[in-house]
């Protein structure tokens, strides 16, 4: 290359990502190509090591290493313990699992920690920001890691701004005002479910907004003084429970002529079914490994971190489900608000209902705080890969903080607050995680099983992934008969029996006819591939169990995703890679340059 050309090179390598969209004309060119770019940049894996070095220098100034393994619990912890918790506890004790809500919540918790386990092995190995998204890029490559990213962004979104405005109720709660459009203003004129302007969500956004672009250590420490008066207000309704309850409301309904007694009143399926209900109030420990870029050291605290949270966080559950039942018959529980309704009728004890709304409260912010460290995280690390504007990317030198995207993003979450009336179910809300959490278990048994490489990986692969895909499959079959056939009978339970057969076969074969071809050097998920083939066959599980509106939702933004992806994001990435392929050219052609001289 002559001198002329090394010039023209970086010129063009100084023009970042605008090839494809520096004009109308250089548009349609690139849609031409779609097809080629598609096939060069869909499946395309990034390395490991060019995730921590080249693509993390986009972002220019890096991340403090300033938190350590308890900043990982407290996030972890004000991530699980929000509201949620308050609602899905006297759903699922009331309609399926009656007081054996206890066992529904033990084994949610240990599918929690089968999933943090495999989230744990790639922080732990590839400690950069991001989360899943960067997890699923050095394994199924690009495409696979947007469409999730994307959507698991938009579901933080919108949740975000839900939450925001549900706390402006349960603050009216502790203070006395059980109506939230007391402190909502009416515009008259707008549809119904946008006529309601909520400042207080607003300013909440505003305010946690502020204050993780300030600095991410200074938020953790906030997270940890919020998350341990929440404890403290958990552990009081713990205790109220077990001083104002009665034991015998663990077996006995208030109308025993309609409801069935005992402590597993609808049986082994309720249990199962309250499980797949109360799962979703763990939701938000997968928040944490975003922050491994910021971890002082990974291989000790991010273990330590994400399943001793959740450990904790099992515990407080527990002990919450027994209180529960012990203060009313499971058949007594009201659905949307149980623990603060147990103590509405009595006298003299209406306060604690105003002290649960206060800790309700505390915890809508701690959830708030740890969700949006964690979707700006996303956001950045989207932006680091070229397949979203680069501005998203950037590190503020002195804050340390991706401020771009957290400002972004809290901009807008606050605008859907301030308007929308967003009555989105915990289902609508969950799935986009649940798939997530579902990729990231089939992508460390590939990572696991498949050495890196280039013809020799693509060769490899296909036992790995004819596994994933079969054993998905049993999974599903084993979905579908759970929820569709006939209650009841020893046909269902043999066919049932007869899946988990093939599923535990399916894992034993593959154990033994496959190798491993990658041992992870620090820390690696235990009893490979068992615990991360539980783990999907769990979440697929739990999938299933969501409604159809949850599923028309997820399409929805799916296709949004893709149709982005086609017209912008390929386009964006394939000139990103271009550009950085052309700077490392012109590197290498000016230090041969050098050595002649």
């Known amino acids: 290359m002559d001198k002329g050309a090394l010039v023209e090179a970086t010129e063009c390598s100084n023009g970042g990502g605008a090839g494809s969209f520096s004009s109308l004309r250089a548009y349609g ?8 770019r598609l096939a060069r940049r869909a499946c395309a894996a990034t390395a490991p090591g060019e995730e921590m070095s080249r693509v993390r220098a986009r972002s220019g100034a890096q991340m403090a290493r300033a938190l350590r393994w308890p900043d990982l619990v407290g996030l972890g912890l004000g991530g699980m313990v929000g509201a949620g918790v308050f609602v899905t506890t006297g759903r699922a004790t009331r309609l399926y699992a009656g007081p054996g809500v206890v066992v529904s919540y033990a084994i949610a918790g240990l599918c929690a920690l089968l999933s943090a386990f495999c989230y744990t092995e790639f922080a732990v190995d590839l400690p950069v920001a991001g989360g899943a998204f960067s997890y699923l890029r050095v394994t199924f490559g690009e495409f696979a890691a947007f469409l999730t990213g994307a959507n698991l962004i938009m579901e933080y979104v919108f949740s975000n701004a839900a939450v925001a405005r549900s706390f402006t109720a349960y603050l009216g709660t502790a203070v006395g005002v059980d109506a939230p459009s007391k402190w909502r203003i009416a515009v008259p004129g707008l549809p119904k479910g946008f006529n309601e302007v909520d400042l207080v969500a607003v300013g909440v956004i505003l305010l946690i907004s502020v204050c993780i672009c300030y ?3 200074e ?29 015998r409301n663990l077996t006995r309904p ?30 938000g420990y997968d928040a944490v490994s975003t922050m491994a870029e910021e971890v002082e050291r990974p291989a000790r605290d991010i273990p330590v971190g994400v399943s001793g949270s959740v450990v904790l966080v099992t515990v407080l559950y527990c002990l919450m489900a ?20 147990a103590f509405k009728g009595r006298s003299g004890w209406e306060w604690v209902s105003n002290v649960i709304g206060a800790g309700a409260s505390l915890g809508i912010l701690t959830s708030l705080i740890v969700a949006m460290l964690g979707q700006a995280r996303y956001l950045c690390i989207i932006g680091r890969s070229g397949m979203m504007p680069t501005w998203l990317a950037k590190v503020h030198p002195r804050t340390a903080t991706p401020v771009n995207a957290s400002a972004f993003l809290g901009v807008f979450t606050a ?35 498949v050495a890196p490489g280039d013809e020799t990986r693509r060769r490899a692969a296909w036992p790995t992934l004819a596994f994933l895909v079969a054993f998905s499959l049993v999974a599903l079959c084993f979905t579908l008969l759970w929820q569709l056939a006939p209650v009841g009978g020893a046909a269902k339970a043999g066919l049932l029996a007869a899946c988990g057969a093939v599923a535990v076969a399916t894992v034993g074969a593959f154990q033994a006819l496959v190798p491993q071809a990658h041992e992870p050097e620090l820390w690696g998920v235990p009893g490979m591939p068992w ?6 066959f769990l979440n697929v599980f739990l999938l299933g169990s969501l409604d159809r509106p949850s599923y028309v939702r997820f399409g929805f933004f799916s ?36 050595c002649k001289v």
């Open 531 to 536: 615990v991360p083939a539980a783990s999907v």
């Open 29 to 36: 060119r690139a849609l031409a190509q779609t097809p080629r």
């Open 219 to 247: 938020s953790s420490v906030v997270n940890m003084v919020l998350t341990a008066v929440h404890v403290a207000f958990i552990l009081f309704i713990v205790v109220m429970g077990f001083w104002r309850g009665d034991a």
């Open 322 to 341: 027994v209180s529960m039942a012990m203060l009313l018959p499971y058949d007594a529980i009201d659905t949307e608000a149980p623990f603060s309704a």
């Open 415 to 449: 605008a859907l607050a301030l308007f929308t009336e967003l009555d989105v179910l915990l289902n609508l809300v969950s799935i986009g995680t649940l798939f997530v959490f579902y990729m990231v278990a089939n992508a460390v048994v590939y990572r696991r099983y």
């Open 254 to 283: 208030a109308d025993p002529e309609h409801n069935p007694g005992g402590f597993f009143p609808h049986g082994a399926a309720g249990v199962f079914n309250g499980a797949a209900m109360v799962y979703l109030s763990y939701i």
């Open 559 to 594: 296709a949004a995703t893709v149709l982005v992806y086609v017209l912008y994001s390929v386009h964006a990435s394939y000139d990103a890679e271009e550009s950085g392929a052309t700077v490392l050219d012109a590197a290498k052609v000016q230090d041969e340059a050098g």
């Open 215 to 217: 600095s991410t250590k």
